[in-house]
């Protein structure tokens, strides 16, 4: 029972990560149709961008958790969705009427030419920084088993589910979620009722971008390690988690994200840690199988 | 005009050919390889470190055989793909030594390409696999896994007994060889560890690991496997308010394991390493000089110095590089090196590997005591 809900509660915590690095690939894949693959490395320049500007808070003698926290996630945000237009701008747009096939080479590099970026500006090693919300409640003892919730834990949590709100408040009740969601729908017609298509998808990988950064923000405050490989398994895990929810579907991403971050923690402490990715894997498979377009995906409507 | 251009471009031409015809092999190349990038790039870093530095003092001394050596550096990223590309290209860079790879599971598929191209080399891989192949070309300069994984097994059986012990390992090559040697070497004393699993490398999440551990009552862990991931298990062991003692073989000499696992949390790590060979009175001056860079010599960095040592004595003594002459040399001879004498059996592995439990204090490893 103890384990039950240490697991539960670890599970969500990873999960919360997942889903919101996941969200960047749902919503740029349901805009331009594609992967875009250098995202996970954005979420790593986020992180690492967070490792910085917490050295120099506390170089400044800036002390108040709830203040640091604020200034950091609001310099990563900043920060990291520069490097998401920047991405966008460089390495995409410049294919946006080329076959389908070279904006995805263009990511891959994109990918490798940031991670090889921080590699060599910020060096190989890892990058630790000091625990800065530490020790966390004990819930309850059940047969000699404490159950430990971490303050980073309810931190991650209560963040993810602020930003949701206040995210599908953006895409459904403002001008630009309508001009989002138009050019999702229809680029050539949206750019037609004067919509300026190039800027809303601009706009669309800052957000993308941003979110990851507050991933990597949350990664770096809870693990206290990052250093600059990170963003591939992590990518590869969002990734995941978008097609599992049905990839173009916001709502499914963080649900994807979610369950793979429970399947992952649950099969970890009752049957191995070794075999954890098989099962995320093979649930996609099975998943994928029934339901092409994932769980929440619509299926994709051939338009005459 | 015309004319006068045709006649600057066959001359550039001509030129370059000539740069292509008349290659210098005047200096010898020696190689070393390692992981340069990804994860354990510090690893890499460190052996890089060692070798610099040894192959500037043995030119300063006037070379090898009157020719200086010249320094290849190969990255492998850990990748045996990766290090399958890089042996081949130091085959064509016409290396006459080499010194690595780091990552055993780099190393073995590796040294078949060296051995191919007759290039004699040392490494301080320590999987038994590497040796227990017949490769003729291959001599390590740090003791093996069984041998590691014995004495921390013993160890552990020895000090700890009576505490619930769980073997760990991180699925490579170095790490499961390793892990599986030392629950050898704890049932050899009579000690059942009460779990045996495996984690992914290169994630950040072991929660569900620590959970485990944690219903399982267990309170040390003998894991197999890289620094990186040990950090993460104390740091996330800590979060869940379970305090673990862990041991691990030679890689936990990285520093990078103390300010990653945070707070105090590494001294509650184990290792077991070669003697610390910074101690050593041979090793004095070249310590010192390497500290006057304001590079500390731990880890791999006097392994690697003391690799290009062994070419320079072997190549003296061979009064060759050839590879039958150098290999004669390097299987029959005794090296005096900054990490000890060296010599070595027939499969390559050195007579007398020794190795010592070590506990972190602070920034520094010290013996156990």
Redesign the interface.
């Known amino acids: 029972m103890?384990?039950f809900i240490?697991?539960l509660i670890?599970g969500l915590t990873?999960g919360a990560v997942y889903g919101l690095i996941a969200l960047g690939y749902t919503m740029v894949y349901g805009i331009i149709g594609m992967i875009n693959f250098a995202h996970g490395d954005i979420y790593m320049v986020s992180a690492i961008i967070s490792v910085t500007a917490l050295t120099l808070m506390s170089a400044f003698g800036i002390s108040s958790v709830p203040l640091v926290l604020a200034l950091v996630l609001i310099i990563a945000i900043a920060f990291t969705s520069v490097y998401g237009w920047a991405v966008e701008r460089t390495a995409y747009r410049p294919l946006r009427n080329a076959s389908r096939l070279a904006p995805l080479i263009s990511a891959i590099g994109m990918s490798i030419f940031l991670q090889?970026m921080v590699?060599v500006t910020q060096g190989?090693?890892?990058k630790?920084v000091?625990?800065l919300m530490p020790g966390?409640i004990?819930l309850f003892t059940h047969a000699?088993?404490?159950v430990?919730l971490?303050y980073?834990q309810i931190m991650i949590c209560v963040i993810t589910v602020v930003l949701m709100v206040a995210f599908t408040g953006l895409i459904t009740r403002t001008s630009f979620g309508r001009q989002q969601r138009a050019c999702e729908q229809d680029r050539t017609m949206a750019s037609l009722l004067g919509i300026d298509v190039d800027k809303t998808i601009s706009y669309t990988f800052m957000l993308g971008a941003a979110l990851a950064a507050v991933a990597g923000v949350m990664?770096t405050v809870y693990?206290?390690?990052v250093?600059f490989?990170?963003g591939?398994?992590?990518g590869i895990k969002a990734f995941t988690a978008a097609v599992l929810g049905g990839v173009g579907s916001l709502p499914g991403a963080m649900l994807g994200g979610v369950l793979i971050g429970l399947i992952?923690?649950?099969?970890?402490?009752y049957l191995?840690?070794?075999y954890?990715?098989v099962a995320t894997f093979a649930i996609l498979i099975l998943v994928l199988m029934f339901r092409p377009s994932g769980l929440l995906g619509r299926p994709e409507v051939e338009k005459v | 005009m015309k004319v006068a251009l045709k006649k600057s471009i066959v001359i550039a031409g001509l030129g370059l050919l000539g740069a292509l015809a008349g290659p210098a092999w005047a200096d010898y190349s020696v190689g070393i390889a390692g992981p340069m990038t990804g994860e354990y790039a510090s690893a890499g870093a460190q052996i890089r470190a060692g070798a610099e530095m040894a192959v500037a003092d043995i030119n300063a001394k006037g070379g090898v055989l009157g020719q200086k050596i010249k320094l290849e550096v190969g990255d492998d990223a850990c990748d045996p793909k990766q290090a399958v590309s890089v042996a081949n290209a130091m085959v064509n860079k016409h290396i006459v030594f080499m010194h690595g790879h780091w990552c055993s599971s780099s190393t073995i598929p590796a040294s078949d390409i060296y051995n191919d191209a007759q290039i004699p080399m040392a490494t301080v891989s320590t999987n038994p696999k590497v040796t227990e192949r017949g490769l003729k070309n291959i001599f390590r300069i740090m003791g093996r896994d069984d041998q590691q994984g014995g004495v921390g097994g013993g160890f552990l059986a020895e000090h700890f007994g009576s505490k619930k012990i769980a073997v760990v390992d991180d699925k490579s090559a170095y790490g499961k060889g390793l892990a599986d040697e030392m629950a050898k070497g704890i049932q050899g004393k009579g000690v059942k560890p009460v779990l045996r699993e495996s984690i992914t490398a290169g994630e950040k999440d072991y929660s569900g690991l620590i959970t485990k551990l944690k219903a399982a009552g267990v309170e040390v862990v003998a894991y197999g496997g890289y620094h990186t991931e040990v950090a993460l298990i104390l740091r996330q062991a800590q979060q869940a308010g379970l305090k673990l003692t862990i041991l691990g073989g030679d890689t936990m000499s990285n520093s990078e394991l103390v300010t990653a696992a945070g707070g105090d949390n590494a001294n509650n790590v184990l290792f077991t390493f070669a003697p610390d060979s910074r101690l050593e009175p041979a090793a004095a001056d070249v310590v010192k000089r390497f500290r006057d860079k304001k590079v500390e010599p731990d880890g791999y960095v006097l392994y690697a110095y003391a690799a290009m040592q062994l070419f320079q004595q072997a190549a003296e003594k061979a009064k060759s590089v050839k590879y039958a002459d150098l290999d004669k040399a390097l299987a029959n001879g005794s090296f005096n090196t900054v990490v000890g004498t060296l010599s070595f059996d027939a499969k390559g592995d050195l007579k007398v590997p020794a190795f010592r439990v070590y506990q972190w204090k602070g920034n520094k490893y010290e013996y156990f005591k």
Do not use: C, M
């Open positions: 103890g384990q240490q697991q670890n990873l090889n590699q190989a090693r890892v630790p000091p625990t966390g004990e000699g088993f404490s430990h971490a980073t990664v693990y206290g390690v250093d490989s990170i591939f398994v992590a992952e923690s649950y099969w970890s402490a191995s840690p070794e954890k990715d």
